[in-house]
């Protein structure tokens, strides 16, 4: 089992930025890829920012550079700096692992952008 806790999140006005986490516990061996997605109300969840085992990224179109993913061995965490926020950027973040086929999920951290 693999637990994952978000933080991070808030209000924010269009053009700034915030630093999401995702805190990782548990058996957090042979986790394949860690990545962030998002979902607007009323929408589904859609990626947004994926990192793998070896280090590669990925992102969605809409987020490329405004935003990067990145990992803290040590800490178990990873991490989402996003820079340059609009307004369609706003909505629940989730943390997302996988682990040996397994697919675990935080609980959300909410952002709202403000034009």
């Known amino acids: 089992q693999v637990q994952l806790v978000e933080s991070g999140g808030g209000l924010v006005q269009a053009g700034g930025s915030l630093r999401l986490s995702c805190a990782a516990s548990?058996?957090?061996?042979?986790?394949?890829?860690m990545g962030w997605y998002r979902q607007a109300p009323g929408k589904q969840r859609d990626l947004v920012a994926t990192?793998?085992?070896?280090?590669?990224?990925n992102y969605a179109d809409s987020v490329k550079g405004r935003f990067t993913i990145s990992r803290d061995n040590a800490k178990n965490t990873v991490y989402l700096q996003m820079n340059s926020l609009k307004p369609e950027d706003t909505g629940v973040y989730y943390c997302?692992?996988?682990?040996?086929?397994?697919?675990?999920w935080g609980q959300g951290t909410q952002v709202t952008v403000s034009s």
């Open positions: 548990g058996s957090i061996f042979s986790i394949n890829f």
């Open positions: 997302r692992a996988r682990q040996m086929g397994l697919d675990y």
């Open positions: 990192i793998y085992s070896g280090g590669s990224t």
